[in-house]
């Protein structure tokens, strides 16, 4: 390989500027900061205490989730302990700290716990099934007196909680798929997410990370594009390398995407990695690089510009892009030159150095390099579009009863716009069917649509919805309102659009339990709720003609109800329940048992 002409790479770099806000150009200088100030000449982050936190658990620590993962529309943020298969595992208080925070939702971390600590970071606990009972009491005090599943507290008591302290059970609540812990550990003052890897938890971890594929792209005029070329990896002491090398086809700049795991000892799980770094050789300057050390609430959908969002959606498969897109403003990003992109000439040879680490230090290499072809480009055909949209400006379109708003800053890359409409069924759709772009095609925020629908009777128009169809197989309601001339909603999709009428209510069954059956104490009762169109807006039980707490899990489509000894009365019981969707249809549900 010719090195001497791989490091004309690093000549005249022309770095695209890229327009922050206030917030994440101040985010980034913090985070750039904070990675010189901990990070020692061996990459590990010395500043973070290894002893100060105790596991949350007191069974071996084996991981289903890392931190940083690639999830759907986000980065984990925390580390997913398993407990073994079951829910009820005591949760141990990680240091001294006082109670900042409780919330229980419907969905996400389910029933969490957020402690903060004299250290200057908070632990946060999520997918419980319950609290500790002091906690247990006060915040079902909370939900009685707010009449109100749903909370979100700051108490103003002081909890505090020593070290070692039970502070709550493990669960499965929320949009949990399995009883697991999920653990944080977050800067008090920023909210940062920081890896938990870092402060010193024992999870054993001798497994370098695992390579499945490269796959390659170009660019032109603000967009990308996947070049159809696959690559065999082979394995050489531990090492990857390719052969032969790399025909970089006939393009002046290259992108590269990796599809890569890691994996703990003791666990099959495939879990995320760590950092990625490209580079020309081991000690050369890095041409791309990024760690998951720390994240941003606030920058968590860039991950759809991070990865490869339409391989994804097509393939099923993720991979982290080792280049970034003009709209990613994600600040994880330690050193990238030219956005990542490898500029190449002809008759030259790049080497190519990777480095895929994780968390425990482990490094996977890939030895390749690229030289100059000739193959001809694929997927890069030129086309008319409908209209190109930029990245960088807000975008209108209209066309056909149909408006399009798109807010600057809601696209990764310039798009173009590709547009389709067609009449079908008029009893069972009420506009066109309108197809905008491709659901292949991610949108960092919501933009608007505007429909003007037709053969609906206004008698039913608060009952029009518009509705997204995913890729012809899921339907779901965006959030419709009529203001006297058309229907408007806001998506983060692209794909099908069409009106409907929701008239129907929501269907709830009892799953577990008997009508007029002998309730026991403690028992948990399961219903079944579904709305066929839109989502379960308002919920309220009442037992004998008082609110009762009723726990709603919309991951699950289920309802929980277990009653309190005072709220009972000897014989006959009455339960009922009360449900409304979106659109104001109400379903009311009876069950009778005997105490």
Not at 306 to 317: A, L, N, R, S
Not at 429 to 455: F, G, N, V
Not at 580 to 588: C, L, Q, V
């Amino acid at each position: 390989m010719n090195i001497n002409k791989g490091k004309r790479l690093f000549e005249n770099i022309e770095r695209r500027s890229v327009k922050k806000s206030a917030f994440f150009f101040k985010g980034l200088i913090i985070l750039c900061l904070l990675t010189l100030c901990t990070s020692n000449a061996n990459g590990q982050h010395s500043a973070y205490p290894k002893d100060y936190f105790r596991s949350p658990l007191d069974i071996p620590l084996f991981l289903s989730g890392t931190f940083g993962e690639l999830r759907t529309n986000h980065f984990h943020t925390g580390i997913d302990i398993k407990t073994q298969g079951t829910t009820g595992k005591k949760i141990y208080n990680v240091a001294d700290g006082v109670v900042s925070r409780i919330r229980i939702y419907k969905r996400g971390y389910g029933k969490a716990l957020y402690i903060d600590h004299p250290n200057g970071y908070t632990s946060v606990y999520g997918h419980l099934e319950k609290f500790n009972t002091q906690l247990d009491s006060f915040i079902i005090a909370k939900q009685y007196e707010k009449q109100s599943f749903e909370v979100d507290i700051y108490p103003t008591e002081q909890f505090f909680f020593k070290k070692g302290d039970v502070i709550a059970y493990s669960g499965n609540t929320g949009g949990s798929g399995g009883p697991h812990l999920h653990f944080e550990l977050r800067e008090t003052d920023t909210e940062f997410p920081v890896n938990p890897l870092l402060f010193g938890f024992e999870v054993k971890d001798e497994i370098k990370p695992t390579v499945y594929e490269l796959t390659f792209y170009g660019r032109k005029n603000n967009r990308s594009y996947k070049l159809d070329k696959t690559v065999k990896l082979i394995n050489k002491g531990g090492k990857y390398y390719t052969d032969p090398l790399i025909n970089a086809f006939d393009t002046d700049e290259l992108g590269i995407a990796i599809r890569t795991i890691d994996q703990q000892n003791g666990t099959g799980n495939k879990n995320g990695v760590y950092g990625i770094k490209v580079s020309t050789g081991i000690n050369e300057p890095a041409l791309y690089e990024f760690d998951f050390e720390k994240l941003s609430f606030y920058e968590n959908r860039y991950i759809n510009a991070h990865i490869d969002y339409t391989c994804k959606q097509v393939e099923k498969k993720t991979a982290h892009r080792c280049f970034r897109l003009p709209g990613n403003q994600l600040s994880i990003y330690n050193t990238t030159y030219n956005d990542g992109w490898i500029n190449i000439n002809a008759n030259d040879t790049i080497p190519l150095h990777i480095e895929i680490k994780d968390a425990s230090g482990n490094v996977r290499i890939i030895k390749t390099g690229i030289t100059k072809g000739k193959t001809p480009l694929s997927n890069d055909e030129d086309h008319l579009c409908d209209q190109l949209f930029y990245y960088d400006q807000p975008n209108f379109f209209t066309a056909d009863s149909i408006n399009v708003n798109l807010p600057h800053n809601c696209l990764y890359e310039d798009l173009c716009f590709e547009y389709e409409s067609k009449r079908l069924d008029q009893n069972k759709y009420h506009s066109k069917i309108y197809k905008l772009a491709d659901s292949k095609i991610p949108s960092h925020s919501y933009y608007d649509i505007s429909i003007q629908p037709d053969s609906i009777e206004m008698k039913y128009i608060d009952k029009a919805v518009i509705l997204h169809l995913d890729r012809g197989k899921d339907e779901s309601a965006l959030e419709t309102s009529w203001d006297g001339y058309q229907l408007n909603g806001k998506s983060r999709e692209f794909g099908t659009f069409y009106v409907q009428i929701d008239t129907i209510p929501p269907k709830i069954k009892t799953l577990n339990f008997k009508k007029g059956a002998k309730y026991t104490r403690g028992k948990t009762i399961q219903f079944s709720v579904k709305d066929a169109l839109t989502s379960i807006d308002k919920y309220v039980a009442y037992l004998n003609g008082e609110w009762a707490l009723l726990e709603y899990n919309s991951y699950r489509n289920k309802f929980y109800f277990t009653a309190f000894e005072k709220q009972l009365k000897k014989g006959n019981n009455n339960l009922s329940i009360i449900v409304s969707d979106a659109k104001g249809n109400e379903a009311r549900h009876e069950l009778k048992f005997i105490w």
